[in-house]
């Protein structure tokens, strides 16, 4: 219990008390989630929309399979990544194994799966009239995506908060391809594992406090735009 109390102070103190180390983790961690989140929206939701409007043979079977995706196990996910990126791999010219790239490609991996499934899902919902009305008012392919991505923009918004969380919270993936390089590479998760296996479970706790803080931060901005009202 006293540990538990003196994470918490711990934590509490390193949050007001602006630690450079652990600001710069801080935001290193949120800036990897985000841009692996925003990418994974770019590359899921005109997929998704495909998907949910585009009647094909084998569509159910390709369905399934993109919710099977939501469960790909991230150490997998960093198996794959290291093995591509690795000097010896495939794509191991490129030389990004052990950086914040390599970081944000297992990220995207991650989360573009779960924003896919559910932004499919969330286009499957609306009326299928919706798209030809849209489209008998005379607009673009990307005036269509922009007009039905409006009337699901509830569904999708929490697409978008549940990619993010499974970036943000990943770590098997994160330590494999990013190699936990303090000032580099390092983010939250990662240092919460090494200092639990180094005995500093006061530290680690401070540091889960400050990463749910950032999550819960990020997650009720990312609420708050759902929610909000034209």
């Not at 540990?3 to 509490?12: A, F, N, R, V, W």
């Not at 770019?42 to 585009?54: D, G, H, Q, R, S």
């Not at 150490?75 to 970081?103: D, K, M």
């Amino acid at each position: 219990m006293n540990t538990i109390l003196e994470g918490l102070k711990k934590g509490l103190i390193m949050l007001f008390s602006f630690n450079k180390e652990v600001y710069g983790i801080a935001f290193f961690s949120l800036k990897v989630s985000l841009t692996a989140t925003l990418i994974s929206v770019i590359i899921a939701f005109p997929i998704a929309m495909l998907l949910a409007l585009k009647d094909f043979p084998g569509k159910k079977a390709v369905i399934s399979f993109v919710n099977l995706g939501m469960s790909l196990p991230p150490t997998v996910v960093g198996l794959w990544v290291s093995l591509l990126l690795w000097r010896s791999g495939p794509l191991g010219i490129l030389r990004l194994i052990y950086t914040p790239a390599a970081l944000i490609i297992a990220q995207t991996l991650i989360s573009t799966p779960i924003v896919l499934s559910l932004a499919t899902a969330a286009f499957q919902q609306l009326d299928h009239k919706l798209k030809w009305q849209i489209m008998s008012l005379g607009a673009t392919p990307f005036q269509l995506m922009y007009l039905m991505a409006k009337e699901a923009r509830y569904s999708l918004m929490a697409a978008i908060i549940a990619g993010f969380g499974g970036a943000i919270s990943e770590v098997g993936a994160s330590m494999m391809v990013g190699g936990n390089i303090e000032g580099y590479t390092r983010v939250l998760t990662t240092a919460i594992v090494m200092e639990t296996s180094k005995g500093n479970f006061e530290t680690a706790l401070a540091l889960s406090i400050i990463l749910m803080t950032l999550s819960y931060l990020a997650t009720f901005w990312l609420t708050f735009i759902q929610q909000r009202r034209s």
